[in-house]
């Protein structure tokens, strides 16, 4: 199905493409005098090159070629607009296809794995970026919007979670120290951010459901027979 944005894209370049007729040049229609055949040589040499201009004239039917070309480099801007906005929609449908048939715990296990290297750079970088797999995972799995909020409105938010009290305190123990790291640029202690990498990994798999874990294990089993 095409897009509406699509469609409006091709009639707006044809659009474009169409303005050139509203320039046709009035070619005034002059009586054609006969030749003088007492000018000279010359003379009769102007004549016929000027013929030849009103041959060219009329071969582009009276259309001003400047802005016939425009509007066709016009039309030509529309259709790879819209031909680029196409591919881009597919691109970002196929993007979160792959991220829906990821599970929230796998995202965020996968992302942490990836963190490792974060940990002997940036103590900011780290815990943006630690932060953000643990709100990110609040989200998907609770479905708490912990990505736009602040760490006094995520706290409360938490607390009404059915959680084991040694994750919440967990929570609170990691805004405490992170936060600064974020937003004051305090440094960050290796051991620490190592420490936090395993909290929020331990607060991932204690949160996955008990029939997601079992599903994997049997699939796992599976594969060893």
Request: with cysteine; aromatic share 8%; hydrophobic share 40%.
């Amino acid at each position: 199905m095409i897009n509406r944005k699509v469609i409006f894209f091709l009639c707006l370049g044809l659009l474009v493409l169409s303005l050139p007729g509203a320039a046709l040049q009035t070619v005034p229609n002059t009586p054609t005098k006969p030749p003088d055949k007492t000018k000279s040589h010359s003379s009769n040499n102007t004549v016929q090159m000027a013929d030849i201009h009103d041959i060219k004239s009329l071969e582009i039917n009276g259309i001003n070629p400047a802005l016939f070309w425009y509007g066709v480099l016009g039309f030509i801007i529309v259709v790879l607009a819209a031909a680029i906005l196409m591919y881009w929609k597919k691109q970002k449908k196929t993007i979160l296809e792959v991220e829906a048939s990821i599970s929230p715990e796998e995202a965020a296990l996968n992302m942490l794995d990836d963190l490792h290297a974060l940990k002997d750079s940036d103590g900011k970088a780290f815990y943006f970026r630690l932060s953000m797999i643990l709100r990110e995972y609040i989200r998907h799995r609770f479905g708490v919007g912990a990505p736009e909020m602040t760490t006094e409105e995520l706290l409360p938010r938490i607390a009404e979670l059915e959680l084991d009290s040694r994750l919440l305190q967990g929570v609170r123990e990691f805004a405490r120290i992170g936060d600064p790291v974020k937003f004051a640029e305090q440094p960050a202690e290796t051991e620490t951010m190592q420490r936090h990498i395993e909290y929020v990994r331990s607060f991932v798999n204690q949160t996955t459901p008990v029939s997601v874990t079992v599903d994997e294990n049997k699939t796992n089993d599976n594969v060893l027979q």
